[in-house]
Nanobody, 118 residues
Framework: QVQLVESGGGFVQPGGSLRLSCKAS????????MSWYRQTPGNTEKELEL???????????TYLDDVKGRFTISRDNAKNTVYLQMNNLKPEDTAVYYC????????WGQGTQVTVSS
């Protein structure tokens, strides 16, 4: 049974940092790309957007333009965990962040709230 469990969200002032973690289980973690999405409630134009994806074999990455240079994704295959280091956070980064993978079906974590406000 595939499970993804996020942690690390919270409240931070603009310019601050947070690190999100997603612990995976139920599949061979190292084989699969992992992604972080975010959802901003009430913003119908960007309801759910891909923030960043890390691929499996060579750990190549692809980032949303808005977060390039500020966010860094990494994975620890020994711990079955993917991380999202978020620096220089802005109010527009406020959202629920979800961990995601696809293994013949969509799998999502429960989400973790990130709030950036002064």
């Amino acid at each position: 049974q595939v499970q993804l469990v996020e942690s690390g969200g919270g409240f931070v002032q603009p310019g601050g940092s947070l690190r999100l973690s997603c612990k995976a289980s139920g599949f061979t973690f190292s084989y699969y790309p992992m992604s972080w999405y975010r959802q901003t409630p009430g913003n119908t134009e960007k309801e759910l957007e891909l923030v960043v994806r890390i691929f499996s074999e060579i750990s190549s990455t692809t980032y949303l333009d808005d977060v390039k240079g500020r966010f860094t994704i990494s994975r620890d295959n020994a711990k079955n965990t993917v991380y999202l280091q978020m620096n220089n956070l802005k109010p527009e980064d406020t959202a629920v962040y979800y961990c995601y993978t696809w293994i013949k079906d969509d799998y999502w974590g429960q989400g973790t709230q990130v709030t950036v406000s002064s």
